[in-house]
Structure formats: structure tokens, C-alpha cells
């Protein structure tokens, strides 16, 4: 599953006009390049580096604090092409770094700590790294959608990853 | 846009192992499996279709009801690789079809008329196409981080994809 994220994304994404790209829902809602930055940024500092830290001093080490808004300063001036070609060698690495942890099915009731939840099982944060991929590409697939929330008339009311009007 | 969702669900699921091809988010809710039946028997009857429908007979005929139970008898005993090559074949025929039309912008205001909705137009006929497609791609992503929905453990409070406990 954590393979196929880089494709996923490509396919949906990659030379789609940038009215397109840099869509959003609003407010401080995210846009499908602002979603990319962020999975580079989790690549780099969360997934991999949090499984080696309970592989290493377990419950002992508090996970360091993941930065959500991280891909604002780190994408900017970047086009949306260089930023899907860096996600698919960030995680076709981090797939390489998991398979040299070489683990065993008891490995992954070994436990960290996070820093609001306290002890997690490198299971559960195994888990949530292929949730959270999916949730970003819902939240890709919504905003891409949304911006035909008018267009689409009365059949607003059978789509529901349209938000209905308030 | 409508040239990419082939290709983003063939990088989502092509090969994946049965057990997540098949889940669902219980009772009647659909599988990624189903998914794909429905969006090629949309193919067949629905968006083309109906853009012809509003091309030649305008607001006198009403379209056809879609039938969203259709893919449970078609796609029995298929395989998914074979539907997800049928969908592909079927968008791209759609496609060409659709240029085939050779639409002028004033045509996108040209009316049919939807079996509950009344008048609508051919610009709101195509902008649902698109919505409709990205809606299942959510169905998909959701139906398989559901899969996980115990396994993540205390990250469930962060992932807005997986339905929270009642």
C-alpha cells in the first residue's frame, strides 16, 4: 500500500493545470501542492525515523513533535512535478531503510512514545502511516472536487464529497 | 481530469491482495471491487449517453434512471485486473467520443432532463462526471483506511478518514 501512494498521486496530480493545483477549500485549508510538501516532510521526519526510534530506545524517547506546516517553506518557489518526483524517491527510500530494519512479527508490539498519546506500538504507527496516505489523497480528491461544487448544479445532492451549502 | 481516474485507481489497486479488494465499510456499503463495476456501467449508460441525449432530443426526453445496483450482476466472477482494463478502455472510448461531439461553449448550455432533478444542462452534466469520479475515489481510499481503523490505534483521533467510534 505504501508503494502505490507515489503512482496514485502522480496519475491524479502531475501537469493538471495549476488553477488545479494550487486549488483549496478556504482558510487555511490545504492545496494538492501544499499535500505533497507535507508527505516529502513526513518522509523525512516522521514515518522511518519514528519506527527506528522505538526500535531504539523504545518508550525511554519522546517522538519529536511532527510539523504539520513544514511543506509552507520547504515547497515554496518549487513546481508541482519536482515535488511528486522527490515523494516517490523519499518513499521508495523509506521502504528501503524498513526493509533493512528487517522485522519481525514481535518487533511490532515494541513500543515509543508519542507526545500527546503517549505509549504507541510500532504497529499502530505502521498503520497510520497507510491511513494517513489515504486520508491525503481523500483530502486531494475532495478539494479537486469542490471546486466544482457549483458547476455540478442540482446533482450536488447525490455527491457526497461535496459539501453541502450550509 | 476524466482521463486520469484509470490510471489513479490502477496505481490504488491493480494486484492488490483480495482482502482489500473486497472490503467494505459493512452492510450494503460497496467494495473497491464494486467501485470499479459501477464506474464502467456509467460508462455504458450514463455520461456519454446522456450528453447525446441532451444533444438530440433536448428537454423532451427524460434520461434513463441509472441502474446503481448494475455491477453486482456484471461484475460476477471477474477479476478485478479485467474490470479495471475494461474501465480504461471504456473511459478512453468515452473520450473520443466525446470529442467526436466537437462542443462548442454554447452548447454546454443545452438542456436535458434528469428523471428527478428536472432541466439540467450539458456543463453540469460533465462538471458531475469529473465530481463523481473523484467521489469514488474517496469511497476507495476510505473503505480501505477503514481496514485499519483498530490497528492505528490513538492515531484514530488525527484521521479525519477513519469514522470515529460512536
Given at each position: 500500500m505504501l508503494a502505490r501512494t507515489p503512482a496514485t498521486l502522480d496519475a491524479m496530480l502531475?501537469?493538471?493545470p495549476d488553477h488545479w493545483v494550487s486549488a483549496?477549500?478556504?482558510?487555511d485549508t490545504w492545496s494538492p501542492f501544499d499535500v505533497v510538501g507535507h508527505l516529502i516532510h513526513g518522509e523525512r521526519t516522521d514515518w522511518v525515523p519514528r519506527a527506528r526510534m522505538i526500535l531504539e530506545d523504545g518508550e525511554a524517547r519522546t517522538f519529536e513533535t511532527f510539523?504539520?506546516?513544514?511543506?509552507f517553506a520547504a515547497s515554496e518557489g518549487r513546481t508541482l512535478s519536482s515535488l511528486l518526483d522527490e515523494f516517490a524517491e523519499a518513499r521508495a527510500a523509506s521502504l528501503r531503510d524498513l526493509a533493512v530494519l528487517?522485522?519481525?512479527?514481535?518487533?511490532?508490539d515494541r513500543r515509543g512514545r508519542h507526545p500527546a498519546f503517549g505509549p504507541v506500538t510500532l504497529r499502530q504507527l505502521l498503520a497510520t502511516w497507510v491511513a494517513h496516505d489515504l486520508d491525503h489523497v481523500v483530502q486531494v480528491s475532495r478539494t479537486l472536487a469542490n471546486q466544482y461544487a457549483d458547476a455540478v448544479g442540482p446533482w450536488r445532492a447525490y455527491l457526497r464529497i461535496i459539501g453541502q451549502p450550509g
Open positions: 502531475r501537469d493538471l483549496h477549500e478556504g482558510g510539523d504539520r506546516l513544514a511543506q528487517g522485522l519481525a512479527e514481535r518487533d511490532l
